[in-house]
C-alpha cells in the first residue's frame, strides 16, 4: 500500500505533469539536465572523450563519474523530502543535475566545462519558471493601494502573501495558496498578495526581507482592523526566518483558517440581518515596534495579474 499511494497521486497529477513539461522552460532545463548523459552516449562524440575506464570505453561513465551521479541522486532524495509541490519537487531535480553537469564537465574538459557554465548562467538571465495562471480569489496590491485596502474595513479579515517573482519558493507556493484562497474566502476573509521585489517600500514598511539569506520569502501576515495580528515564518533576532514549511495542513492549522472562516462568513448574511461583530480576536495581538513615519500615498485602483 505504501508503494500504491506515490503511484496513484503521480497518475492523478499526470495530466498536469505533461502540461507543465510541454512549456518551453521545462523542455530547455529538461535537455540541459542530461547534457552530460547526451555527450557521453552519443556515438560520433563520445568516441573523442576522455575516460577513466579500465577497458578505455569512452562511451561509458567511469568509476568517479558514477560516483557524482550517486552522490546526485541522494541530494535530490533529501531535498524533495521537504518538497511540498510537483513544481519543488522538479525544481530540485533540475537543479541539482545542473550542478552535477558542471562538475562532471569541468572534469572532462575545461573548456567543456566553461561551455555549459557559460550557457547555465545565460538561461538563467533569460529564462524564468512559469508563473502559475490557474484559479483563485486573491486580489493583488501595489505600493499605492495595498494600505488603503487592509483599512478599508475593519470587519474584514485579510491573509497577505509578501513574495517575489524570482524567488523558486514564491513560485511554488502559489498554487497551494491559490487552493487556500478558493476554499476559505468569503465576505470577511479575503486573500492579498503583494509583490515585494517590485515594491521595495512596501517591504521595509512590513519588515519582509528580500534577500536571499534571509529565507523569509514567501512570508504569510494576517491583518485584523488593518493591523498586524501574526506572520509565518516568524524573524528571529538576527533577522533571519525561523524554519517553517509552507503546507495547506500548515497553514489551516497556524491561522486557525477553519475557526477564522465560520466567523467571518457572517458578512455574508442579507442587509436586514444584524452583523454580530466578534469580541476578541482569534490570535494573540502583536506587540508594536516603533516604525519611520511611511510617506503618505494615494489609493489606485488594484492592478490585475498580468500588469505585475
Known amino acids: 500500500m505504501a508503494l500504491l499511494t506515490p503511484l496513484f497521486a503521480f497518475l492523478y497529477h499526470l495530466p498536469q505533469v505533461y502540461k507543465w513539461l510541454l512549456k518551453p522552460y521545462y523542455i530547455a532545463s529538461l535537455f540541459m539536465s542530461v547534457a552530460f548523459l547526451l555527450v557521453r552516449k552519443t556515438p560520433g562524440i563520445c568516441e573523442h572523450l576522455s575516460t577513466q575506464r579500465e577497458d578505455g570505453n569512452s562511451c561509458d561513465f567511469d568509476w568517479r563519474e558514477v560516483e557524482i551521479l550517486m552522490f546526485l541522486s541522494a541530494i535530490v532524495m ?13 525544481g530540485n531535480i533540475i537543479l541539482f543535475s545542473k550542478v552535477a553537469n558542471v562538475i562532471l564537465f569541468f572534469r572532462l574538459d575545461i573548456r567543456l566545462g566553461l561551455l555549459y557554465l557559460t550557457l547555465c548562467i545565460v538561461f538563467l538571465m533569460t529564462c524564468k519558471p512559469p508563473l502559475y495562471m490557474g484559479p483563485e480569489y486573491i486580489k493583488y496590491f501595489s505600493d499605492k493601494t495595498i494600505d488603503d485596502e487592509l483599512e478599508k474595513d475593519n470587519r474584514v479579515t485579510w491573509i497577505v502573501e509578501f513574495f517575489a517573482n524570482w524567488s523558486p519558493e514564491c513560485q511554488s507556493f502559489a498554487s497551494v495558496y491559490a487552493d487556500l ?15 515585494i521585489g517590485r515594491y521595495s517600500e512596501v517591504s521595509k514598511k512590513y519588515r519582509v526581507s528580500t534577500s536571499p539569506l534571509s529565507k523569509q520569502l514567501p512570508s504569510l501576515v494576517l491583518f485584523q482592523g488593518g493591523k498586524e495580528v501574526m506572520r509565518r515564518p516568524q524573524v528571529d533576532k538576527k533577522g533571519r526566518a525561523v524554519s517553517w514549511t509552507f503546507t495547506e495542513e500548515n497553514i489551516i492549522r497556524e491561522f486557525n483558517l477553519n475557526e477564522l472562516y465560520q466567523k467571518s462568513k457572517k458578512l455574508d448574511k442579507p442587509k436586514g440581518e444584524k452583523f454580530e461583530r466578534p469580541t476578541e480576536s482569534v490570535f494573540a495581538p502583536v506587540p508594536e515596534e516603533e516604525e519611520p513615519e511611511a510617506e503618505t500615498i494615494t489609493a489606485m485602483d488594484t492592478e490585475s495579474k498580468k500588469d505585475k
Open 181 to 195: 484562497s478558493l476554499k476559505y474566502n468569503c465576505a470577511g476573509l479575503k486573500f492579498g498578495k503583494v509583490d
Open 78 to 90: 533529501m531535498k524533495n523530502r521537504r518538497a511540498i509541490t510537483i513544481e519543488q519537487h522538479l
